[in-house]
């Protein structure tokens, strides 16, 4: 009988993943991705009064491993619609990262930044040494915007 709830746990990564693959608006794949979480939970409490499990392993197997991996990802997109909904939000012409508007890069230092994550107590894991591509994609396209403004003007 597990089969059936490791199927629905594994349906819902693929459709987790293809939802963050798209380019809509964060707070729509947020929102989207706690429905698809709180259907599929619901799914497996109406199966697990509907049925019996088959033997007392798998009822053990069902409710530590399967369950708990379903409901962390409810509240892990639980946590993410908080800070979203927290999150300053700044006109496009402010907007640094003109490659993926998704992700958003400040002109302030990381000290700023960390302390105001904090201030919140929103739990966070810092990379302080990141790659920064689509940053500096980004400031070659502001760059090459500005040239080409000033051949135009010259």
Known sequence: MNEIYVQMSQNL???LMT???????????I??????????LHKMKELVSE??????????????????????KLVFYLKLLKIETH???FPQENQLNK???RKEFFRIGLKEIKEEIESQ??????????????YRESIALANQKKLTEEIILN
Do not use: M, Q
């Not at 929102?31 to 599929?40: Q, S």
């Not at 049925?51 to 399967?66: V, Y």
């Not at 107590?121 to 689509?134: D, G, H, M, S, V």
């Open 13 to 15: 990564e693929k459709k």
């Open 19 to 29: 939802l963050k693959d798209t380019n809509e608006d964060v707070l729509f794949v």
């Open 31 to 40: 929102e989207k991705a706690i429905g698809l979480c709180t259907l599929v």
């Open 51 to 72: 049925k019996d499990f088959t033997d007392k392993a798998s009822e053990i197997h069902f409710f530590k491993h399967i369950k708990p991996r379903v409901y962390a």
């Open 87 to 89: 999150r300053p939000l």
């Open 99 to 101: 490659v993926n508007p």
């Open 121 to 134: 107590k929103i739990e966070a894991k810092w990379t302080l040494k990141a790659e920064a591509r689509e």
